[in-house]
């Protein structure tokens, strides 16, 4: 959270006003360079008093849109000029922060048909004093950790989630999967506070299926506005690390937060409601369609803006082409545009892509948890000499040494060419090493004398 310094902010500052004003060239005719020229004298001055300069509401709109045309992993960059930017550039405090970001959800949302909006709060001018949205997006789900180390809810939320918890926010008493967390706001780098969002605010799709009315038992559903709210948008050389933004979803990002392994791995669920056949090779290939498909017949049905993945990826041609003719080119992360299935039936899986960075642009930055120290309580603390702690550790690594080697042994043994058998063999070990002192061994290597003496063994 270091500004950049006046040297840096300059050559920065002088190519973004370039692009600015011939952009205007039009609007401006002859004038634009000369007004071109009074604009750098006054943003240099400017530098040169308080290391930084402001932008205009004018700047700031087309920063944000360039920079979202710059962007290599969004396939919907085809809309980019339709980006309304909402200036919060005067808030102060984290109450001013939350009401504009409620503000955001309702005009983002619009009742379902989805504006692209993006909300810019101040930009960094002192080391430490940033304004940032500590939630990844503006509505999330809640990720409860379990002591058996499941998780209710979102599992990408559960870091986050925890942070809400030791900041004094109290989860639901029933909780569910799909539990709307707070926001977590902080201004100028002071203390994070967190605020509930009105729940006549978010807009929820239950998730359907035409075909299965069972799926309706799943009882899934997700929020309809993607507003991505961590990155920090660079324009001109001034940061603004709190600019949460939202267009609309396509399909596949909804299918992969209920599908994938790491998130809510609802796959072999839904198989079982479609009566699918877990054993085959298939089924979960077969499961995502279907879920996928669920997702935008819903959406659909309810009136809340969405877009297929096969829609998506041809209007991201017709920008890739427009581009070309325009720029030259167009920035294109590859391994982001390609759908997450279905990939070689959209043209972009056989469009070759260049990867190179162009400024303005949103860029990543660190969870500001990590960097940021919390306050602790300031109830002393009991001291103990070095000597009772060691003692102290010491019976107690006694003690649990005592209590694993009272743990029954066991080993599984596995002979494997694919690598499955191994795979089982590290699930079983999972099953069992809370309660058997277990060890996994391949057969080639395993030393058959020591069979006698196996007290549990398990082959796979």
């Known amino acids: 959270a270091q500004p950049r310094t006046s040297e840096e902010v300059w050559p920065l500052a002088k190519d973004f006003i370039r692009q600015y004003y011939e952009s205007k060239t039009t609007a401006l005719g002859e004038r634009w360079e000369e007004a071109m020229k009074a604009r750098l004298a006054a943003i240099k001055r400017e530098i040169e008093v308080k290391g930084h300069y402001e932008l205009t509401y004018e700047e700031l709109v087309f920063g944000a849109r360039t920079a979202w045309r710059n962007a290599p992993r969004c396939v919907n960059r085809i809309i980019w000029r339709q980006l309304e930017v909402l200036d919060a550039r005067n808030v102060t405090t984290t109450l001013e922060m939350f009401d504009a970001l409620c503000h955001h959800i309702k005009y983002g949302t619009n009742g379902g048909n989805m504006r692209s909006t993006i909300t810019v709060f101040q930009h960094r001018t002192r080391p430490n004093a940033d304004y940032r949205v500590?939630?990844?997006?503006?509505?999330?789900?809640?990720?409860?950790?379990?002591?058996?180390?499941?998780?209710?809810?979102?599992?990408a939320n559960a870091d986050f989630t925890e942070i809400c918890t030791k900041l004094g926010w109290t989860s639901p008493t029933c909780k569910t999967q799909f539990d709307i967390l707070p926001l977590v706001l902080q201004a100028a780098g002071g203390e994070p506070q967190w605020y509930e969002i009105p729940m006549e605010l978010v807009l929820e799709v239950p998730i359907?299926?035409?075909?299965?009315?069972?799926?309706?038992?799943?009882?899934?559903?997700?929020?309809?506005?993607?507003?991505?709210s961590s990155l920090c948008l660079d324009i001109g050389g001034i940061e603004f690390p709190a600019i949460p933004f939202n267009g609309w979803y396509m399909g596949t990002e909804i299918g992969r937060n209920l599908g994938d392994c790491n998130r809510y791995n609802l796959l072999k669920p839904i198989a079982l409601k479609l009566g699918l056949n877990i054993n085959s090779k298939f089924w979960k290939d077969k499961a995502l369609i279907e879920l996928n498909f669920a997702i935008i017949h819903s959406y659909q049905k309810c009136n809340v803006s969405i877009v297929?993945?096969?829609?998506?990826?041809?209007?991201?041609?017709?920008?890739?082409?427009?581009?070309?003719?325009?720029?030259?080119?167009?920035?294109?992360?590859?391994v982001w545009i390609v759908p997450p299935f279905s990939g070689s039936l959209c043209p972009v899986f056989h469009q070759e892509m260049l990867l190179y960075h162009l400024s303005p642009s949103y860029e990543y930055q660190d969870d500001p948890w990590k960097h940021h120290t919390f306050r602790t309580s300031s109830k002393p603390h009991k001291c103990h000499k070095f000597k009772t702690v060691a003692e102290m550790v010491r019976q107690t690594a006694e003690m649990f040494h005592h209590v694993y080697q009272k743990r029954v042994k066991a080993t599984i043994l596995y002979a494997t060419e694919t690598g499955h058998s191994r795979n089982y063999a590290d699930i079983v070990k999972q099953f069992f090493e809370r309660n058997f002192a277990i060890q996994v061994h391949c057969m080639e290597s395993y030393n058959r004398a020591s069979l006698e003496h196996e007290q549990l063994l398990i082959v796979v």
């Open 208 to 228: 359907s299926h035409p075909d299965y009315p069972d799926f309706d038992d799943l009882n899934l559903k997700w929020y309809a506005l993607p507003a991505v």
């Open 308 to 334: 297929d993945h096969h829609s998506a990826t041809e209007s991201f041609m017709t920008h890739l082409k427009n581009e070309t003719l325009t720029r030259g080119g167009c920035p294109a992360d590859w």
């Open 134 to 155: 500590w939630n990844s997006q503006l509505i999330r789900y809640a990720g409860y950790r379990h002591e058996d180390g499941s998780i209710l809810g979102d599992p």
